[in-house]
Structures are given as C-alpha cells and as structure tokens.
C-alpha cells in the first residue's frame, strides 16, 4: 500500500522528520504513538501534501506511484485520507455541498458518472448511519460551531463517504465522549477490508481495544524507534515513553 | 413648491460627489458630439410626447452648468465622449457574421455558463436569426401580466402609451439633477423598462430584461422605472451572468422604483459587462444611479445585487425610507479580480417612523483588484425608532488586492439605533488544504470557499438567477490562484 524511505521533512529550517521508515500493507492497521512534538501530526501532514512542509529525502511510494510528486488533491483522489486532528471550519459551506464536490472530484478521476441527486443523499444517509452522525449536521456549514467530538465524527463521516485505500487517522479519538468512541472505531472497524489500509495516530491504548492495530510503532525526534505488536501499547501505557528513548 | 422630500432628495443628490460617492477616475472635458440639438433630436426620432422633450432639455442645459467631477487617482484613460453616438442606433449593425469570428474565451465561457446557441450570438454581437426575435414564450408571458394589468414594455413604448404614468413618475426618485452622470443619462437615455403593478395586484411572475433583451437595444444609457401601486408586489431582475461585450465604454444607467402603501419591490441585479483583459483594457465603466422611494407607510424595496463584471463599477443601491414602518434593504456580493475596481454600497434615508434597514455587503478581492464598500445611513429628525443593521464582510484572495470599508452615519434622532459590523478575512492556506485533502482542486476549493462567503446573499436571488450567480462565482474565480 504504502512505503516510506528514510523521510526527511523540515518546517523553515527546522528538521521535523528525520529519517523515517514505515511499511504499511492492505488489510493491516498501523497504530502510531509518541510523546507530544515528536513529529506524528507532521508525519501525517506530508503524507498528504501539505506545502509549508519541505522533504528533503527519501521517498514514498503509494500504489505503486511516486507520493511526493503528487498535489495535495490529486493524493486524495488516489485513495490517501486524512481525519485531521484539527479539522477547519469553512463558513457557508454545507457539509452536503462540500460532499458533494467531493464524491464528484473522486468519481471523476474514476471515471464514474456523477451520483444523481437521489443516489447522493441515500450514500449520505447510509454513511452518517455509520458513525451515528446527526442529520442536522449536514445541513449545516462544514465544521462550524461543531463540538470538539462532533467535528471528529465529521472526519469519519468523510471517511466513510470517500472510501479511501489508505486512511490515516489522527488523534480521532481525543475529544470523544465513551460512547462516541466506541460509535467512531465500529465505523473505523466496518469501512475494513483487505484491500485497505489503516494508520492510527493515538495516544490512548483505549482507542485500540476497539480498532485492534497489527502494528503499532513509537515515533520519537521524527523516527520510528520502536516497532511492536499490539501489546507494545500496551507495555507504553503501563511504563510511558521513557524506557525506549533513553 | 417643492415639497421637503424633494429638498430632501436634492440635497442627498448633491452631496454623492462631497462625500466621495465615487470611483476615482479622468473624465474628459464635455463632449463633442453633444449638443442641445442632439438631444432635440433623439427626442425627435423616437417621437416623444412633449413633456419628454422638456425633460432631457432641462436635464441637459443642468448637465451642462455641472463641473466635471475632480477624481484624485488616475489608474484608467480618459473616457473618450467624442466616441459616443448618442443617438438611440435604430438597430445595431451586427458586430460579427458568425460565432467563428468571436473570441474563443468568451464562447468557452458561454458553455460553462450553458447558454444556449441562439442567445451566445446575442451576446457576442453576432447576428441574430430572425427566430429569435418571436419566441413565443414572451407572447405568452405578456398575456399573463395583461390579465393582471401589469404593464411591462420599453421605456419608449411606455412613454407613447401611457404619457401620464411616465410624466408623473420620471426624474420623482432620481432627479436629472441628481449628479453628473444622472443628468447626462436624463439628458440622452437610450430605452430601458417600464414597470407598473396597480393597486392590490401580486405581480404573477418575475420580470425580467432576459425576456425582452432582443426587443430593444437598450444601449449605455439605460432608463429603468418601477412602480408599484398600494399592496402591489414585483420581483424584478435585471441582467444576464452571460459577459456581455458592448462597445459602449461608458454606461450611466438610472433606475428609480415608487413604492406606495404595502407595496413590495424586489430589484434583483446580475451585473456581468466585461471587465477588459487582465491588465483591465477595453472593460466598461458601469456609472450606475440606483435609487427606490419607500413613499407609503409598510412598503418595502430590497435591493440584490451580484457585481462581477465591468472595469470600474460605481453603485449605489438606495433607499429612501419615508413612509412609516417602511423596510429597505441591501444584499451586495461584489467581485473584483485582475485590474478592476468596484466602489458600491449603499444609501438607506430614514425619515419614516419605525422605518427599518438592513445592509450586508460581501466584497471579494481577487488579483490586483480593489474592491470598496460605500455606505451611508441616515437618520433624519423624523424617523422616530428608525433601525438599521448593517454587516460589511471583505475576502482577500491572494496578497496584492485591497478592500475597503467607508461607513457614514448621520443620526439626527436619538430614539434610532445603528448597528454596524465589519470584517475582513483572507482565505486561509488551511481552508484550502483541507478542500484539497478531500480532492478538490485548488480552483474548486477557492471557489466553494467564495460561495461560502457569499452564501447569505446569493440566498436572497430568486432560484434560477442564485444557481448562475454561483456558477458565475466560480467562473469569476479561474486563475486566481497559484
Ligand atoms: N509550522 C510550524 N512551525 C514551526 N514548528 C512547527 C510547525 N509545525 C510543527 N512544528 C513543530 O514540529 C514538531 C512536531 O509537531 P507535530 O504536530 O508533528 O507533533 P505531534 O507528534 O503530532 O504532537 P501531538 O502529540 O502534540 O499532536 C513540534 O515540535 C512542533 O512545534
Ligand atoms: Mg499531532
């Protein structure tokens, strides 16, 4: 699905990623963790193609094409998405409009004929069904005045409708409330198959009693130092982060 | 005698250049090619009745005692009035034989548009089938608004078949000595509409320029006039989204709207004349005089307005609010991009009791463009409890366009309340990252953005003229980024 090789990304002239390596393969779940300011939200930045970012080295292949050669849009239309761990507001714009050139753009580069009006709406309600979205947030304008955990289900809901070959989630599960939580990741777990890929971007070993990863990998000072099973979360929740990075 | 509304209304005339009502621009010393017999003569080849005559006469010898207005910026050439034919060119000769002759631009963005074939030559300046000009949807159209004793027709048409109407409301809202541009048009206006609703009568359908574009050649000096009798209501729409190319550089329109007790006039605008190429050559000067008199007691005139076209645009939608509980409003969503400059806003005059106003302005400001927001609220001794509310939201795109905010408030009376909100945004890189992260491209993402923004006055249009405005915001919004 995707490999990294040896990522250098900086911000100005700071050096954020710093040499990072990662295999991910269709049907796995990845699980990333890592203390604050280690590079993780970063990572998922360049990955899907944020300018102010600069790589310096390395490469990264998705589905068998160059990543990094790709605009931000045309890496989304190819199947790579991000469940933003702070997702922006855009006043005006209802989240159905905004769904609607989104399925479009994605169906075009398909080349699938645009959904009618009927089919459009059925694909929503069928997809806000999933993460138990409220109808009403649709209606209105694309993550204005949501709540904190709101917005993060509007990330799945997206997810969802867009049905990426590689999803990248991160933090999704900071702000949700118990039952959110366990709502978000059986939308996560349902929206599995082997032909896709998750990585999870957490903090909280909770997250991953529900979306149980394959992997799970410790991102410290922009490298992965430590790679594990799913028990790894397990041994950082107990022992935090200060045994692997001394 | 002259009444204290029309001291009123002349004072409030005068005062447009003062305040700095305008776009700054060169204007050329009189023109050449006007005199008092050109105007004798347009009077003459339309056959006018009389009292026509007097007015232009009048408007023109008061024309004439005007000082060019003294515009402090430069940034276009001279208008060049010795161009100008100001008679009313019986028909135009056609400026093309066929479509393969026009601009490939200008039809590629027809398509988009999806105007149909038969309409882009009449845009373009191509000549028309003479299908075209009996469509039988207009016939239709006319027996309908005939049942209801509607009048619509060409300002001509109406000045032959009902003299008394016109004399009675001509130059009543917007007097030839309003300013500068006002008292030419009074002098040589071309044609333009006429509107009547009598008493009582719910205008069935919209009123469009659309359904007689073909009927007359309005030209650049157009005349509009709306009445609207007790408890009548119109919705009428001016303009097309389609860029219209007009060799005409300089237009100076009037439209003056009466609406009486309980009347209801909705004046709704796509104003889309073409703006020049990038660096703004060939584009049109759009001097616009707008105004509507709320006379009777709880009548109401809104004003929309989608402003995207011409080269220097300078308009100002007003209200004069005299009746009691009269309501006016202002929706304006301008766009600026390239070399264009807008300077648009409005007028709300209270002097009614209870009277209400509400502005809201949208400015885009795209390229090096500079886009202007002008508005003046006024509330006069009379106006008891008069409100206005008003929000004026500036958008930047890109870092080398301006927009500005030039509010005046005038209360006279201590028991009115104003309200004013102002903004200015740019779209930021994140709104454009997370459109891009979901797949759209970056034109997409700038131009769903804009839409956003312009959303509250874009809902104000009637159905069909929002759905083009829109696909005219994003048409507006190619190459304005990267
Ligand atoms: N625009 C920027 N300018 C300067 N430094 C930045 C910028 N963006 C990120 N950084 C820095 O890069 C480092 C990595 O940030 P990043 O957001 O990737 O961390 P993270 O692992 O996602 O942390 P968290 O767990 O808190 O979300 C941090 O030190 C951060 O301050
Ligand atoms: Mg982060």
């Not at chain 1, 310096?56 to 998405?81: I, P, Q, Y």
Request: charged share 25%; glycine share 8%; proline share 3%.
């Amino acid at each position: 699905m995707i490999t990294i090789k040896n990522l250098k990304a900086k911000i100005g002239d700071k050096e954020i990623l710093k040499g990072l390596n990662l295999e991910v393969k269709a049907g796995e779940v990845h699980a990333i963790m890592g203390p604050n300011g280690s590079g993780k939200s970063t990572l998922a930045s360049v990955l899907a193609g944020r300018e102010d970012y600069e790589v310096t080295e390395g490469e990264v292949e998705f589905l068998g094409k160059d990543l990094l050669e790709m605009e931000a849009d045309e890496r989304s239309r190819e199947g790579l998405f991000l469940a933003f761990q702070y997702p922006v507001e855009i006043p005006g714009v209802s989240m159905t409009n905004f769904m609607k050139a989104a399925v479009k753009a994605h169906r075009e580069h398909k080349g699938l004929p645009e959904l009618t009006a009927k089919e459009f709406l059925a694909l929503m309600k069928e997809k806000k069904q999933l993460v138990n979205m409220d109808t009403q947030l649709s209606q209105r304008s694309v993550n204005e005045g949501f709540s904190g955990g709101e917005k993060k289900k509007n990330e799945v809901y997206q997810m969802a409708m867009l049905e990426p070959k590689l999803a990248i989630l991160d933090e999704t599960d900071s702000g949700l409330d118990i039952d959110a939580l366990r709502v978000v990741a059986d939308g996560v777990n349902k929206l599995k198959t082997k032909d896709n890929a998750t990585i999870v971007i957490t903090h909280y070993q909770r997250l991953l009693d529900y979306i149980v990863p394959d992997f799970v990998h410790v991102l410290h000072n922009g490298r992965i130092v430590k790679s594990g099973g799913k028990e790894l979360a397990l041994e950082l929740e107990e022992k935090g982060y200060d045994w692997l990075l001394n | 005698m002259k009444t204290e509304d029309d001291i009123m209304i002349e004072d409030l005339s005068s005062k447009e250049y003062e305040a700095g009502f305008v776009t700054e621009i060169e204007m050329d010393i009189l023109p050449k090619g006007l005199s008092e017999d050109t105007v004798r003569e347009i009077s003459r080849l339309k056959k006018e009745p009389e009292f026509l005559l007097e007015f232009r006469l009048k408007a023109y010898r008061h024309w004439l005692t005007l000082k060019e207005p003294k515009w402090a910026h430069v940034h276009y050439p001279a208008i060049d009035y010795q161009d100008i034919s100001y008679f009313a060119a019986p028909k135009k000769q056609a400026k093309y034989n066929s479509l393969d002759e026009v601009d490939p631009a200008l039809l590629e963005t027809y398509k988009k548009l999806g105007i149909p074939l038969e309409e882009q030559k009449l845009l373009a300046g191509v000549a028309v089938d003479a299908v075209f000009d009996s469509v039988s949807v207009v016939t239709t159209f006319k027996e309908a608004l005939k049942e209801k004793g509607v009048i619509f027709s060409s300002f001509s048409e109406a000045a032959h078949e009902h003299p008394e109407l016109i004399r009675k409301y001509l130059g009543s809202v917007v007097p030839y000595s309003d300013n500068y541009f006002a008292a030419l048009n009074s002098a040589v206006f071309s044609d333009g509409s006429f509107v009547f609703v009598p008493k009582g009568v719910r205008c069935p359908m919209e009123l469009s320029t659309y359904f007689r574009i073909n009927a007359s050649n309005t030209g650049q000096f157009e005349r509009t006039l709306i009445v609207a009798e007790e408890g009548a209501y119109v919705s009428y729409l001016e303009g097309c989204t389609a860029p219209q190319r007009d060799e005409n550089q300089l237009h100076a329109a009037v439209v003056e709207i009466v609406a009486l007790d309980n009347a209801e006039v909705k004046y709704s605008t796509v104003q889309n004349w073409y703006p020049g190429d990038k660096d703004g050559k060939g584009g049109i000067y759009n001097f616009v005089t707008k105004r509507g008199i709320c006379k009777g007691h709880h009548s109401k005139i809104s004003w929309t307005q989608v402003e995207t076209g011409s080269a220097i645009t300078w308009k100002y939608p007003s209200v004069i609010l005299r009746g009691d509980y009269s309501v006016g409003e202002f929706y304006s969503v301008a766009v600026t991009n390239h070399r264009q400059q807008a300077d648009t806003g409005t007028k709300m005059i209270h002097i009614g009791k209870h009277s209400r106003s509400t502005i809201v302005s949208k400015g885009i400001s795209i390229g090096q463009s500079n886009n202007s927001y002008r508005g003046q609220v006024k509330i006069a001794k009379s106006a008891e409890h008069a409100r206005n509310f008003s929000q004026c939201d500036s958008l930047l795109v890109g870092n080398r366009c301006g927009a500005h905010t030039f509010p005046y408030i005038d209360i006279e009376n201590s028991t009115g309340t104003v309200e004013h909100e102002a903004t200015t945004s740019k779209i930021a890189e994140d709104q454009i990252f997370y459109c891009q992260q979901r797949g759209l491209d970056q034109e997409q993402a700038v131009s769903l953005i804009v839409n956003g923004f312009a959303k509250e006055v874009l809902n104000k249009l009637p159905m069909e003229f929002a759905v083009e405005a829109q696909k005219l915001l994003a048409i507006t919004m190619e190459g304005s980024v990267g």
